[in-house]
């Protein structure tokens, strides 16, 4: 079985960290030239949402990466996708604003999702809260501290958040697939030429969700293999 381990674990660790080399060598790749097109990530983001009718959603520089704030109801760009007006830029741009158009139509993956992110939160900091308290309670009680208290904590910290991210596998396919490529190639916001290169800056970035997914995964797999000893 040791063999195997020492096997398995690099091609998992590999598989987890590919992903995010990808997207960041794609990404990197289709920054340049920083000028191809007429309107930056910013000016496509806005431009998209008003033709949906989503006048009410700002379009926001940010610092913690490109993302959509449901709560906040605005679509947040990284300085250089807000500013560039690169392949990258517009892709990424388009592929936000489609997540405002699920949250919009009330797409349910991305509404489970919300709901599952605060239970998550709450969830994990119980669970951390659970962890802590175990050493605690074995030294006071001179006690190990019974199997069942592990599995919860586990579940609650790690397992909430694998969930968490297989939900969003769906809601980044939508949203770059069904919503962001269409309305990049309907409307004819893409030199022709570009298209398939979008798409592939598209599956890049949906497969650092699954790397993501596959990382949970395998703390959920580490810790039950912890708990098994």
Excluded: C
Excluded at 61 to 81: C, F, K, M
């Amino acid at each position: 079985m040791t063999p195997l381990l020492f096997i398995l674990v690099p091609l998992l660790l590999l598989t987890v960290w590919l992903p995010g080399w990808w997207v960041r060598r794609t990404f990197a790749r289709y920054s340049e030239p920083a000028d191809r097109y007429y309107g930056s990530g910013a000016m496509l983001a806005r431009l998209l949402l008003d033709k949906h009718g989503l006048q009410d959603v700002a379009v926001e520089p940010t610092e913690i990466g490109d993302h959509y704030d449901p709560q906040a109801r605005a679509v947040r760009l990284s300085a250089h996708n807000y500013h560039q007006r690169s392949l990258t830029a517009v892709t990424v741009a388009a592929h936000e604003v489609g997540h405002a158009i699920q949250h919009a139509e009330g797409y349910a993956p991305l509404a489970l999702r919300e709901r599952l992110v605060r239970f998550a939160i709450t969830g994990q900091r119980l669970g951390a809260m659970m962890m802590v308290a175990v050493p605690l309670i074995t030294l006071l009680t001179r006690h190990p501290a019974p199997g069942l208290f592990l599995v919860v904590a586990g579940l609650l910290s790690m397992g909430l958040a694998a969930i968490v991210h297989l939900v969003t596998l769906p809601t980044e396919f939508d949203a770059s697939f069904r919503r962001a490529l269409p309305l990049l190639q309907r409307g004819g916001y893409l030199h022709e030429a570009d298209l398939p290169h979008a798409r592939r800056i598209l599956e890049a970035a949906a497969l650092t969700y699954v790397g993501q997914s596959l990382m949970a995964l395998l703390n959920v797999a580490a810790w039950l293999r912890f708990l098994r000893r």
